[in-house]
């Protein structure tokens, strides 16, 4: 049986699945050196290219093992950025977060607004206990955005990932339910 995937509706957005038509808008931002540099991809060099990055969009939600919310203004139907969750553990109430938003859309508070709204589903919907977030050192932006939403920094995690031809630090953020106002 096939399940719907779920829309999220906020004060100033729709969070919805990804579809066909979403490649040029999601090029725009996903070929952006400043959106992905800490994302541990390269910018995106064609619509096409990111036909990939909307094929695992779909294939996290067709397993289970996540969902990634395609972010728009109610007002327009252009795509801005997504917000979701990844490696997903049922069996240990856990996931991963995980956004990105398209640098004209900085500073205005949707980023947070889309975190708030995805934690909120994730607490409510997906019975998660725990919520981490992986981040670069030199992202503090993104440092600020989950120390806002009540996350705490556990630890460096030293040499965690290899992208991009490097290894790369992450600190360990998390939220556990309790630590969430529903």
Not at 11 to 36: C, H, I, N, P, W
Not at 75 to 99: P, R, W
């Amino acid at each position: 049986m096939k399940r719907t995937f779920p829309i999220i509706e906020t004060e100033r957005l729709y969070l919805r699945g990804v579809r066909f038509e979403d490649a040029k808008d999601m090029f725009t931002y996903l070929s952006d050196q400043e959106v992905v540099q800490h994302m541990g991809l390269e910018p995106y060099k064609s619509p096409e290219e990111v036909m990939e990055e909307m094929d695992w969009y779909k294939s996290i939600w067709e397993k289970g093992t996540g969902i990634r919310w395609c972010i728009t203004l109610k007002d327009e139907d252009t795509v801005i950025g997504s917000c979701g969750f990844l490696n997903m553990q049922q069996k240990h109430y856990k996931a991963e977060i995980g956004y990105e938003l398209s640098r004209n859309y900085w500073g205005k508070g949707i980023a947070s607004e889309a975190l708030k709204a995805v934690l909120t589903y994730g607490f409510q919907h997906f019975d998660l206990e725990r919520i981490e977030s992986l981040i670069e050192p030199l992202n503090t932006s993104s440092q600020k955005l989950v120390e806002k939403h009540g996350f705490l920094r556990e630890g460096l995690l030293r040499h965690y990932e290899y992208t991009c031809g490097k290894f790369d630090d992450l600190y360990m953020y998390s939220i556990l339910k309790g630590d969430f106002p529903l």
